[in-house]
Structure formats: C-alpha cells, structure tokens
C-alpha cells in the first residue's frame, strides 16, 4: 500500500472512531491535465472508474454547504522542470482572500507520491479538529 493510501485511510481511520455520524466529501478539481485522476488513483485502493467535472474554485467556496470548509489544494507536477511554485499557484488563486476557512496549498507530484502524505496528514487534523 502506498504512502498516498495510508493518508486517506488514516483520515477515515480517525473519523471512523466518532460516535456521531460523519458525512465526509472531498471535492477535487484542476486544469485539464492537472493529474487529477493519478492523483485519485494514487489515493483510492480501488480504480476510480467515475470522474465528474466540477464547478471552478471561487463558484465552490461561495456554496453555503461548504461554508468554512478547510481546502487544500495540490501543486501537482512538482518533479518537472516547468512546475510552477507553491507560492505562486496560491496568489494565482487568491488563496489570501479566503479568510472565512483554513487553507493549505501543498506541493506535491501525484506520480512520486512526494507530498501526498503530508497533504492528507493536513485535511485530517483539520477535519477532525472542526469536528471537536
């Protein structure tokens, strides 16, 4: 099992434990060719056979349901070359200007699995410390 799993198992693992029911949804969009589906795939134990298309960032963050919902946003591609930076990705995204909920932009490459680990190790702290 790959690093990238034990993350999103280590998220249901924690969440699994509350005697209240949990309802988790996570939401994932990116550029065409982003890496969205190695991504999922990277992260599913099972082939994800179902990819939908889904609103942009800024229509997603104003829905009401996920009103103060943690985000955390994948700067795939980083082993090559022409990899934008973490840094620049979030002011590209005007991740600054979201101040109702906590943020993460995490660098990554989605075919290494360098990242991943750490990004989920992120959504879980904050999923179970917004649970609390």
Known sequence: M???????????????GSTECVELRIVLLGLDN???????KSLASEDVNTITP????????DEENLKGV???IFANKQDLATASPASE????LNLHTYRDRQWQIQACSAVSGEGVQD?????????VNKKK
Do not use: D, R, Y
């Not at 990004?119 to 999923?127: E, L, P």
């Open 70 to 72: 943690p985000v955390l």
């Open 2 to 16: 790959g690093e990238a799993q034990k993350g999103l198992l280590s998220v249901l693992q924690q969440l699994k």
């Open 119 to 127: 990004g989920m190790n992120w959504i879980c702290n904050n999923i």
């Open 34 to 40: 982003a890496g969205k589906t190695t991504l999922l």
């Open 89 to 92: 990705i979030a002011e590209g």
């Open 54 to 61: 889904t609103q942009e960032l800024e229509e997603l963050i």
